[in-house]
């Protein structure tokens, strides 16, 4: 007699998705569960994004070396995890099923959802390998072709694309940073760190305008709208806009029940979404308060999986999650990096650039996540 497999669904295979996948699987393994739990990993793209590196992707051609595919994930564990390429649509609760955009469902014993953000260009290529890299090679095209680039929105995003382009191409092209705050970055950075990125913008000759917002709704420029004092609107040229901002949660497909008003999904330190039970959400997804980084992954991995582990075997999940370290790195093109780090007594400090450069590579890390994915 052959009885059903329990079923673990995790949707969305970033940087929290794919390893919280790989970690469970390999721990699925090692135990009585191999031959009765089924791990089945959906993912919209065919090839990952690590968003972390798609900045300098957007100036150089890395687009084979960073982005790979979901095949070698589960290799050696082919009889545990599945990867089903498929955009999560919508959640049956009542009866446990992920519903994807073309009809198919698949039933989950236990969820992890780990869909993450979508962040303005170039963080957003399309779903099909072809199209991923059509995708940056038009954005790298048209920085080529442009003589006046304006990014919108100053965030830690726009101003480390606003250096690597100033980076790579220096004096041949002007770029415009419009910003709704008075320094890069938003409020939650600490303002030493802010300033720091300002003054390597000013190195790399970046225009920074502060308190204001830009509008490309006139073809071949930005109008820019100050928010605060009686300085006057005004138009700057634009050969190409980028728009550099956080977009929206990846949550439509989720219960509203669980969202909070932001459109994230609401946990508990164990990562089990509230008033729910066999659901988790990991990575940028939830509404875990702290800084919403890649790097938060090392500490989040191991709970999130034994957690889930224990949901699987019917027990209570006992371990949880706390920010361990508060600290960035960040680079701003391949001479210039900053980054802080939260210490007791001290407080914020902010690092020098070589120990960032030297933490990240010239890679970004992203040769680093491509091992997670069997590269
Ligand atoms: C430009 C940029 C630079 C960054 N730089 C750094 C950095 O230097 N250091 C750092 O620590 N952090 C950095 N971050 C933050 C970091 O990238 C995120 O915190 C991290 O990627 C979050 O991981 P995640 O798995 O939650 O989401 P993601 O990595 O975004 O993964 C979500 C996955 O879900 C998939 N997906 C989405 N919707 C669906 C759906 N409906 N169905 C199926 N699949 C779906 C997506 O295709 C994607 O693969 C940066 C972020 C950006 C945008």
Redesign the pocket.
């Known amino acids: 007699m052959s009885t059903q497999k329990k079923s673990i669904v995790v ?9 919280c996948a790989i970690e469970l699987v390999s721990l699925i393994a090692k135990t009585e569960l191999r031959s009765s739990v089924a791990l089945t990993l ?4 065919d090839m ?8 300098r992707m957007a100036v150089e051609d890395h687009d084979e070396e960073y982005m790979k595919p979901y095949d070698k994930l589960f290799a050696g564990y082919d009889d545990i995890g599945t990867v089903v390429k ?4 919508a959640i049956e609760k009542d009866a446990r099923n992920v519903v ?2 073309d009809g198919k469902k698949i039933h989950y014993d236990v969820l992890v959802l ?6 303005g260009a ?2 957003s290529p399309p ?1 099909d390998r072809t199209d991923m890299i059509a995708y940056y090679k038009n954005i790298r095209a048209r920085i080529e072709k442009s003589k006046d680039i304006v990014i919108i929105g100053g965030g ?2 726009g101003a ?2 606003a250096s690597e382009i100033k980076d790579k191409h220096g004096a041949s092209k002007t770029v415009t940073i419009v910003h709704s705050s008075n320094l890069p970055g938003s409020g939650i950075f600490p303002e030493n760190l802010r300033r720091q990125l300002d003054k390597i913008m000013q190195n790399l000759n970046v225009i920074t305008i502060y308190n204001a917002y830009g509008d490309d709704s006139e073809d071949g420029q930005v109008n820019v709208t100050y928010k605060i004092g009686d300085k006057k609107s005004k138009t700057i040229p634009a050969d190409y806009v980028i728009k ?1 901002n ?1 977009v929206h949660n ?1 949550s ?2 989720i219960p509203q029940e669980w969202l909070n008003k932001d459109g994230q999904v609401k946990i508990s330190d164990t990562f089990e979404v509230i008033n729910t039970s066999n659901v988790f959400a ?4 939830n509404d875990f308060d702290e800084w ?6 090392q500490s989040a991995r191991p709970i999130s999986a034994a957690n889930v582990l224990s949901a699987v075997k019917g027990e209570k999940a006992e371990m949880h999650y706390a920010t361990k370290l508060i600290g ?4 701003m093109g391949k001479r210039y990096a900053t980054g802080s780090i939260r210490l007791p007594i001290f407080g914020d400090r902010v690092l020098p650039g070589f120990i960032i450069r030297k933490l ?1 590579g010239d890679d ?2 992203a040769l680093k996540f491509a091992k997670i994915l069997g590269y």
């Open positions: 949707v969305g295979g970033g940087v929290f998705g794919a390893s959906i993912e919209k793209r990952n994004v690590f968003l972390p590196a798609t900045l498929g955009s999560a649509a994807l955009e780990a869909t993450g953000a979508t962040f170039p963080s779903t830690i995003s480390e694309l550099c956080l990846n439509s497909f990991i990575g940028d997804i919403k980084l890649a790097s938060q992954v960035i790195g960040i680079t990240k970004i890390r």
